[in-house]
C-alpha cells in the first residue's frame, strides 16, 4: 500500500477551520482549547510537549523553517507567542515552567501565520490586512492592507527573503517588498473561486494557488517574466476521470462474474437493491458512494530522495569519460522533477510538475490500511476537513494531516514518495491511472530495439540510435538500381564482317553512298597523340602534393566547425525581407543540414529559396497546381521535396525550373511517360492531399503521407532529359511498402534523415501517436490521447552535423496541438518528460523547432510573436515581437545561433545572439 494510517489524535476541537503546524520532523496540535500539544513524528505513541500561555482559545499554530533553534507560533485573541522548542523540552525535563515569548497582544481573530526564511519576522493574516511581527520583540514591523475580502493565507518566498505573496477571498493575489515596503504586483481577478491554498517551490521561485472550485494556479516570481502564469491543472477533472475509469473497471469485474442488473430506478432507490451485487472482495457499488468537493485545501511541493539522486551520479560515473556529456542538457532533463501534492475534501494526490502527469491519487472513501501494533486493520477517512503535507528527514516519505470535518480527530498518513513513479513513468498502481499502451514482450521481436537483461528479465528499449542491423527482410534493404541497356557492337564502316561457319555470302555492294571517301593519300601523316613521360620532375610531384595538401585542410577547417553550445537565446533582429511582391502565407520553412540554404513552402502554389546570409530575392519552383503544405531537404543540400494540395509530392534540383521527379501515382511512375499508356487499376493517382513528403535513412527513400496512409518508396535520379522530349523524365521511383493508421487522416510524420534510424513518428486525428519500427516494418507503440486535439507538428532532437550529443538525447521530441501546450517526450517511456505553455495556438498550426544545442525550443504563435522556451526549466525565456501576422513556423540554424521565423503575410524575419 502507498499510503498507511499511522495514528489518529484526538484534538479539543474540530480543527476543519484551524492552521495546524507540521513540517516532517514535529507536529502542533491543539491539546486543549488553550494548551498546545507537540509530537515527535518519529515515534507518536510518547507523550506530548504541553505549552501553556494562552487564556483564550487557540486559532492558528505555525512551526519556523530553521532547524535550529525551532520556533513554534501560536495565536489567539489575547496573545501572539512564540516558542523555542529545544529550550521548551529542556525547561520541562528540568521541571521548570514552560514560557514563551509573546510578540503581539489583544490583535484579534488571526486565521493564519507564516514565518520568513530566517525566522526573523512572523506574518499574521487578520481579517482584510495582513501584519508584520518581529519574531524575538514585541513590535509591528508594518500592516499590510488592500485586499477586498478575507486573507485566506500568505507565505514568504524563499528565493527572495523580502518577498511576501498573500491570497485572498476577493480572488486575488498580491506580491509585496517588506524591504522597500512596496507592493510589487497585484493580480486581477484570477478565477470565478475564492483562493484557499498556497505554497511555494524550493527549488525554482514558483508559487501554488489553489481555488475553491479545484483549480491550481502557478505562477512565475522570476525578476521580468511579469508573474505570469506557468500552467494551470484541473484538479476536479482529474479526479472525475480516475474515478470514471474506476467504475468501468468495477463493471468490467462484475460482468465477468454474472449477469448484470441494469435499472432505471434513481440512485437512491438503488441503494437497497444493490447492496446483494456487490463484488466478492467486498467492494461497494458505484451507486452507494458520495460526491465530495474538489476544493483545493493544501498544496506542497515535494522533491526527489537523496538516495535515488546518488544513485544516477554513480551510474553516470561509471561511463567512459569521452560517453560523459557534462554540458548536456540531458542531464538536467531527466532529473526527478518536484511533484506537487494536492490535498482536497475527498482525494489526495500528487503531480508531476514538469509533465502534470498524476503520478498518484488517493481516494478517501477508498480503506486505507493502519497498522497500530500488531493489530492490522483498514480505516475509512471519507472527507477531509483541513490538509497539511511535510516533508521530513526521510524524503522516501511524505507525512499527510488531515483534520476531520465533524469530529474533533486528526488523522496521520505516511504517503510513499512518487519520485520512482514519475521516474520511470509509470503511474501508481493505487490510482486506477492505466499506462499508455505498449506492445507486449513477444510482439518486440525486430531487432532494432535494444535487449538488456537484468536478474534474467528481458527489457526492451525503443531507441532513435539502435545498434542492431538491418533484418534480412527489412524494407530498408531495398534499393531501385536502373537497368543498363547492352551496348550494341560497334560495326565499323567499309569493313565486312566475318561469316559464320556453314553460310554463303551474298552479294554485298560496293558502295552504300554515291559518295566515295578518299583513300587519304593527299591527307597529312597521322601523328603521335600521346607518350607517357617517364622522367617527370620534382616539382610537378611537389605541386601535386601542395594541392593534395590544400584539400586536406579545406576538409580539416569544415571538420573545425562547431556550433557554440553556450550561446544565448537568438533575440536580435537582423534581417527582414518578404517572400513574395504580394502577401503569401508560409506554410514551412526549412534550413539545410549544411546551413548554405533555407526554403519556404508557400501558398502561392510554389516554393521559394534563399541562400545565406538572406539577402536579395530567392529561387522560385513553380509546378504545382495548389498550395504547397511542406517541403524538406535532402541530406547533402542538393535536392529539395515538396508536398502540395494538389495530391503531388515534387523533387526539385537546385538552379533547376522543372521537377526532376514527380510523385503523383501509389505505386510507381514506370511507362507514365510512354505515349498511349493505359491506366493501371493497380498504380492510381493518390486520393487525397500529399500532406508530408520528406527524405529518409541518408536520402535512400522518400517518406509520403496521403490520407491515412504513408508510404515509403524507394527512388533514383537522373538529370539528364533528352533535347527532343524535355517533358521526359529519366527518374524513377517504387513503392517499397505502406501502413494504415487507426485514424481518418495523418496529421504529422517525423523522421530523422542526419543519420541512419529505424525510427519514424506518426500523428493521426484520433488524436493518438504511433512509432514504427521500419527496420522490422511494424508499429511498436501507440500513445492516445497525447493531446486535446489532433497532433498538427512533430519535431525530433536530432541536432546537427556540427555538434555532439549524448546517445539519450536524440530519444526526445516534442509536439503541439492547436488548442494545447507543447509536450516534451521521451521515447523510452510512456510519459510526457515536461510541457511548455504560455503561447496562444488555438487555431493555425504553428511550427516548432529544437536548437542544435538542444537547450531551447522555439514555437509560432497567434499573437504575432514567437516564443522560445527553455527546455529545462518549461518556461519562455524569451518573447519575439514584431510580427504583422500568425508566427507559422521557425527553424533554428545549424551551425550559427540564429532563428528563423515565417508569417501568415509571407514575411521573414532572421534573429541573432549578437
Given at each position: 500500500?502507498e499510503i498507511n494510517?499511522v495514528?489518529?489524535?484526538?484534538t479539543?476541537f ?10 516532517g520532523?514535529?507536529?502542533a496540535?491543539p ?14 505513541s ?6 501553556e500561555?494562552h487564556?483564550?482559545i ?5 512551526l ?17 507567542i512564540?516558542?523555542?522548542?529545544q529550550q ?7 521541571g521548570e515552567?514552560i ?5 503581539g497582544?489583544?490583535?484579534?481573530h488571526?486565521?493564519?501565520l ?11 493574516c487578520?481579517?482584510l ?6 519574531s524575538?520583540?514585541e513590535?509591528i514591523?508594518?500592516t499590510?492592507?488592500?485586499?477586498t475580502?478575507?486573507v485566506?493565507a500568505?507565505?514568504?518566498c524563499?528565493?527572495?527573503?523580502a518577498i511576501l505573496?498573500t491570497?485572498?477571498?476577493d480572488r ?10 512596496s507592493?510589487?504586483y497585484?493580480?486581477p ?10 505554497a511555494?517551490?524550493?527549488?525554482q ?6 481555488t ?29 476521470k480516475?474515478?470514471e475509469?474506476?467504475?468501468i473497471s468495477q463493471l468490467?469485474?462484475?460482468s465477468?462474474q454474472g449477469p ?5 430506478q434513481p440512485?437512491?432507490?438503488?441503494s437497497?437493491?444493490?447492496?446483494s451485487?456487490e463484488?466478492a472482495?467486498?467492494t ?8 465530495t468537493g474538489?476544493?483545493?485545501l493544501s498544496l ?7 538516495e535515488?539522486a546518488?544513485?544516477?551520479t554513480s551510474?553516470s ?6 560517453l560523459?556529456h557534462?554540458?548536456s542538457?540531458v542531464?538536467?532533463?531527466?532529473d526527478a522533477?518536484?511533484?506537487?501534492s494536492v ?5 489526495l494526490?500528487?503531480v508531476n ?8 491519487l ?8 493502519s497498522v ?10 471519507n472527507?477531509?476537513?483541513i490538509?497539511y ?5 526521510d524524503?522516501?516519505?511524505i ?9 474533533n480527530?486528526?488523522h496521520?498518513?505516511?504517503w ?17 491511472i ?7 514482450e513477444?510482439?518486440l ?7 538488456k537483461?537484468?536478474t534474467?528479465l528481458?527489457v526492451w ?9 538491418l533484418?534480412?527482410d527489412s524494407?530498408?534493404?531495398a ?8 551496348d550494341?557492337?560497334?560495326k ?6 566475318t561469316?559464320?561457319k ?6 554485298q555492294?560496293?558502295?552504300f553512298?554515291t559518295?566515295i571517301?578518299?583513300s587519304?593519300?593527299?591527307?597529312a ?18 605541386s601535386r602534393?601542395s594541392?593534395?595538401?590544400?584539400i586536406a585542410?579545406?576538409?580539416s577547417?569544415?571538420h573545425?566547425?562547431?556550433?557554440p553550445m553556450?550561446?544565448q537565446?537568438?533575440?536580435k533582429l ?17 534550413i539545410?543540414?549544411?546551413g548554405s ?15 545565406f ?13 495548389n ?7 535532402s541530406?547533402?543540400g542538393?535536392?529539395?521535396?515538396t ?16 521537377p ?16 498511349a499508356?493505359?491506366?493501371d487499376?493497380?498504380?492510381q493517382?493518390?486520393s487525397?492531399p ?6 529518409y535513412y ?6 509520403l503521407?496521403?490520407?491515412y496512409?504513408f ?5 533514383h ?8 522530349k524535355?517533358?521526359h523524365?529519366?527518374s ?15 496529421t504529422?510524420?517525423?523522421a530523422?534523415?542526419?543519420f541512419y534510424s529505424?525510427?519514424?513518428?506518426c ?5 493518438s ?6 527496420n ?13 486535439r489532433?497532433?498538427h507538428?512533430?519535431?525530433q532532437?536530432q ?5 555532439s ?8 521530441f ?7 501546450c507543447?509536450?516534451?517526450w521521451d521515447?523510452r ?5 515536461k510541457?511548455?505553455e504560455?503561447h496562444?495556438?488555438?487555431v493555425?498550426p504553428c511550427?516548432?523547432?529544437v536548437?542544435?544545442c538542444?537547450?531551447f525550443?522555439?514555437?509560432?504563435s497567434?499573437?504575432k510573436s514567437?516564443?522560445?522556451f527553455?527546455?529545462?526549466t518549461?518556461?519562455?525565456n524569451l518573447k519575439l515581437i ?11 540554424h545549424?551551425?550559427h545561433?540564429?532563428l ?8 521573414i ?5 549578437t
Open positions: 500500500m494510517h495514528q489518529s489524535i484526538r479539543a474540530t480543527p476543519a477551520h484551524f492552521q495546524l503546524a507540521c513540517d520532523i514535529y507536529l496540535l491539546l486543549t482549547r488553550t494548551v498546545i500539544g507537540v509530537w515527535s513524528l518519529q515515534d507518536l510518547f507523550k506530548p510537549l504541553e505549552l500561555g487564556r483564550k487557540l486559532s492558528a499554530l505555525a519556523g523553517c530553521q532547524s535550529s533553534p525551532k520556533l513554534l507560533c501560536s495565536t489567539a485573541e489575547d496573545y501572539v512564540v516558542w523555542n522548542l521548551a523540552r529542556q525547561q520541562y525535563q528540568k515552567k514560557k514563551g515569548h509573546i510578540i497582544t489583544t490583535l484579534g488571526i486565521h493564519h507564516a514565518f520568513n526564511p530566517n525566522d526573523s519576522l512572523v506574518a499574521v487578520r481579517g490586512e495582513v501584519i508584520i511581527l518581529e524575538k520583540k513590535l514591523v508594518a499590510l492592507e488592500g485586499h475580502a478575507l485566506t500568505c507565505e514568504f524563499p528565493h527572495y527573503r505573496i491570497i485572498s477571498e486575488t493575489f498580491k506580491v509585496w517588498n517588506l524591504q522597500d515596503f507592493l510589487v497585484q493580480s481577478i484570477v478565477t470565478a473561486s475564492p483562493f484557499l491554498s498556497l511555494m517551490s524550493l527549488q521561485p514558483h508559487v501554488a494557488i489553489g475553491a472550485d479545484g483549480q491550481v494556479k502557478v505562477y512565475d516570481l522570476s525578476d521580468g517574466n511579469g508573474f505570469r502564469c506557468l500552467y494551470s491543472i484541473d484538479v476536479g477533472k482529474i479526479i472525475r480516475v474515478k475509469e474506476k467504475r468490467d469485474s462484475i465477468k448484470v442488473k441494469i435499472s432505471s440512485a437512491w432507490k438503488q437497497y437493491s444493490n447492496q451485487a463484488s472482495d467486498g461497494e457499488s458505484m451507486a452507494g458512494s458520495v460526491e474538489v476544493s483545493v506542497y511541493f515535494t522533491y526527489m530522495p537523496l535515488a546518488k544513485r544516477q551510474a560515473s561509471n561511463k567512459p569519460a569521452f560523459q557534462k554540458n542538457i542531464k538536467d532533463l531527466f522533477p518536484p511533484v506537487l490535498g482536497t475534501v475527498g482525494s494526490l500528487q510538475t514538469s509533465s502534470l502527469d498524476t503520478c498518484c488517493i481516494d478517501l472513501q477508498d480503506p486505507i490500511l497500530q501494533g500488531l493489530r492490522v486493520e483498514t480505516k475509512v477517512l472527507a477531509a476537513g490538509v503535507f511535510a516533508q521530513g528527514t524524503p522516501q516519505h507525512w499527510c494531516i488531515i483534520g476531520s470535518p465533524f469530529q480527530i486528526v496521520v498518513l505516511k510513499n514518495h512518487a519520485s520512482t513513479a514519475v521516474k520511470s513513468g509509470i503511474p501508481s498502481q493505487h490510482s486506477g492505466s499506462p499508455a499502451s505498449i506492445l507486449g513477444d510482439e521481436t525486430p531487432l532494432s530495439l535494444n535487449e537483461s537484468e534474467d528481458t528499449e525503443i531507441t532513435v540510435l539502435s545498434h542492431q542491423p533484418l534480412p524494407p530498408l534493404q534499393e531501385l538500381v536502373p537497368k543498363q541497356k547492352p550494341k557492337p560497334h565499323q564502316r567499309g569493313f565486312l564482317s561469316p559464320q556453314g553460310r554463303v555470302m551474298a552479294d555492294p560496293l558502295t553512298k559518295k571517301k578518299s587519304g593519300y593527299t591527307e601523316p597521322r601523328m603521335t597523340m600521346f607518350k607517357p613521360k617517364t622522367n617527370a620532375s620534382k616539382s610537378q610531384s611537389l602534393q594541392s593534395r595538401s590544400s585542410s579545406l576538409v577547417r569544415t573545425e566547425k562547431e556550433y553556450t550561446s537565446v537568438p533575440s537582423q534581417v527582414k525581407l518578404d517572400v513574395a511582391e504580394r502577401p503569401t502565407a508560409i506554410n514551412s520553412i526549412t539545410s543540414d549544411d540554404s533555407m526554403a519556404c513552402a508557400l501558398a502561392n502554389k510554389s516554393a521559394q529559396v534563399f541562400r546570409p538572406l539577402t536579395g530575392k530567392g529561387t522560385s519552383y513553380v509546378g504545382h497546381d498550395i504547397v503544405t511542406s517541403s524538406y531537404w541530406h547533402d542538393n535536392w529539395l521535396i508536398s502540395s494540395d494538389d495530391k503531388m509530392a515534387a523533387i526539385w534540383g537546385k538552379g533547376q525550373a522543372d526532376i521527379l514527380t510523385f503523383n501515382t501509389t505505386n510507381h511512375n514506370f511507362g507514365l511517360d510512354k505515349e499508356t493505359k491506366n487499376k493497380d498504380n493517382v493518390f487525397r500529399v500532406q508530408n513528403a520528406q527524405f541518408m536520402d535512400k527513400f522518400v517518406l503521407s496521403c490520407g496512409t508510404y515509403l518508396y524507394k527512388f535520379l537522373d538529370p539528364t532529359k533528352e533535347d527532343v524535355r517533358y523524365s529519366k524513377k521511383y517504387k513503392l517499397v511498402q505502406t501502413w494504415a493508421t487507426d485514424a481518418q487522416q495523418i504529422a510524420l517525423s530523422i534523415n542526419a529505424y525510427i519514424v513518428l500523428a493521426g486525428s484520433n488524436k501517436l504511433e512509432v514504427y519500427d521500419m522490422a516494418g511494424t508499429q511498436i507503440r501507440k500513445l492516445t490521447d497525447v493531446h486535446t489532433p497532433i507538428d512533430i519535431c532532437n541536432g546537427s552535423a556540427y555538434v550529443h549524448p546517445p539519450t538525447a536524440y530519444d526526445l516534442i509536439t503541439a496541438a492547436a488548442g494545447d507543447i509536450k516534451l521515447l517511456t510512456n510519459r510526457c518528460v510541457r511548455f504560455g496562444q495556438n488555438r493555425h511550427g516548432l523547432a536548437s542544435p538542444g537547450r525550443i522555439a514555437s509560432g497567434e499573437d514567437a516564443y522560445v527553455d527546455m529545462r518549461g518556461t519562455y514584431g510580427h504583422t501576422d500568425v508566427v507559422s513556423d521557425v527553424a533554428f545549424p551551425l545561433p540564429r528563423v521565423t515565417a508569417t501568415l503575410d509571407g514575411k524575419h532572421m534573429y541573432t545572439d
